[in-house]
């Protein structure tokens, strides 16, 4: 506890989870390239796979919150006929990597 001449001021411990929405802690891929390498690998043209993308979460409610990642993911797998090991890989390959001067 420390003083000082307008009366006590208290010890104040803030805990704080941080997201990474936008690409700030990570540096994600560059979209084209990202969405080019899963197109060919699932054997899509690119308006199927940004219609497929689309109807994933079609009124953004994952930018507010109101679609879990659990929620996104089971709706992603359907819309592009993933398994749930390729859906873990896509979310990992969509987020990008950690950047790593960041945190040097």
């Known amino acids: ?8 001021v208290r010890d104040v411990r ?4 941080a997201f990474d929405v936008g690409g700030v802690l990570t540096r994600a891929g560059r ?3 990202f ?3 899963w197109q060919k690998r699932l054997g899509m ?14 009124d953004g409610l994952a930018y ?3 679609l879990s990642e659990t929620q996104f993911k089971a709706r992603l797998s ?3 006929g993933l ?7 896509f979310m990992q390959d969509m987020g990008g990597e950690l950047d790593t001067e960041l945190f040097a």
């Open 1 to 8: 506890m420390s003083h000082c001449t307008h009366g006590t």
């Open 14 to 17: 803030t805990r704080a989870v």
């Open 31 to 33: 979209s084209s390239h």
């Open 35 to 37: 969405e080019q390498i």
């Open 45 to 58: 043209t690119g308006p199927e796979f940004g219609q497929a993308l689309a109807s994933v979460d079609p």
């Open 64 to 66: 507010t919150g109101r």
């Open 78 to 80: 359907t819309a592009l």
């Open 83 to 89: 398994s749930r090991a390729q859906s873990d890989e």
